[in-house]
């Protein structure tokens, strides 16, 4: 399949927006190795308006586990079904649960438990998300490969990587000098009420601690509520990308770019 023209992809300009430093957290001796933070959650861009400061409960963050799969992978699911079927569905409709599961415990590439970010409420997970950064491209990669070439059949295998570097073309990894987050998703119950916010600002904390210039991420054109979000957060939108990539399971549609420019804390200019 040829390479798609993005000459006529929109470009945004980005203005230097930063975030400000993360908030503070504490350990909560009740529960070890998670944290909780305070909650009222704070803008992370300076345009932000006071309309995304939510009242949220305690929320308590940790990374995923293999043992989290049950919980996360519909969640994780939920961040773009639609591409995920086009990719992973290759002769049957659960294919794409089944693989994201399976790559999820296997924890190597960036579908793999280790990336992710659990969130939980009363113990209970109710959002995931996921960080990676352009020095792990090469590294996911392989590792990606190895899943698709263990999963599927050798034939399958070869048809789901070719789906899955189209979609590359449209769902971008990081470059030099970014960190990525990827994978949002929230509990259905649960949304609207800070979650997402709140994950987005560890994320970007996390982002931050690894010394890169910008957090970026990717949102379909049929996800506005997201986009909105984002918005809010401080993301500026960078560039539109043409979809177009359609199987008998799924699509990848447009996806516009987002962007927003992290700060080390010395300096918020």
């Not at 927006?17 to 993360?22: G, I, K, L």
């Not at 924890?107 to 209970?124: C, N, P, T, V």
């Not at 960078?238 to 700060?263: E, F, N, W």
């Amino acid at each position: 399949m040829a390479a798609m023209d993005l000459s006529t992809s929109p470009i945004y300009p980005i203005s230097p927006q930063c975030t400000p430093a993360p908030v503070p957290i504490k350990a909560d001796p009740s529960r070890r190795s998670r944290w909780t933070i305070p909650c009222t959650i704070p803008n992370l861009g300076r345009s932000a308006n006071k309309s995304t400061v939510n009242r949220v409960p305690e929320i308590n963050f940790r990374p995923c586990r293999p043992d989290d799969a049950d919980a996360a992978i519909p969640l994780i699911y939920s961040s773009g079904p639609a591409a995920f079927d086009y990719v992973f569905c290759d002769s049957a409709a659960h294919q794409s649960l089944d693989f994201l599961r399976y790559a999820f415990v296997r924890g190597q590439s960036e579908f793999g438990y280790r990336q992710h970010l659990a969130a939980e409420i009363d113990g209970k997970l109710v959002g995931v998300a996921a960080l990676r950064d352009a020095g792990q491209n090469f590294a996911f990669t392989v590792a990606a490969l190895r899943d698709i070439v263990s999963f599927y059949s050798p034939a399958a295998a070869l048809r789901t990587l070719v789906r899955g570097l189209r979609t590359e073309r449209v769902i971008r990894t990081p470059k030099s000098g970014e960190a990525m987050l990827y994978h949002l998703g929230i509990d259905a119950e649960h949304r609207g009420g800070g979650i997402g916010t709140a994950l987005i600002g560890q994320i970007a904390a996390r982002a931050r601690s690894r010394s890169v210039n910008r957090l970026t991420l990717d949102v379909a054109a049929t996800n506005p509520r997201a986009r909105e979000l984002y918005l809010r957060l401080g993301f500026e939108m960078q560039a539109g990308r043409i979809g177009k990539l359609s199987s008998p399971y799924g699509q990848v549609c447009d996806h516009t770019a987002m962007s927003m420019r992290l700060c080390d804390g010395r300096s918020t200019a």
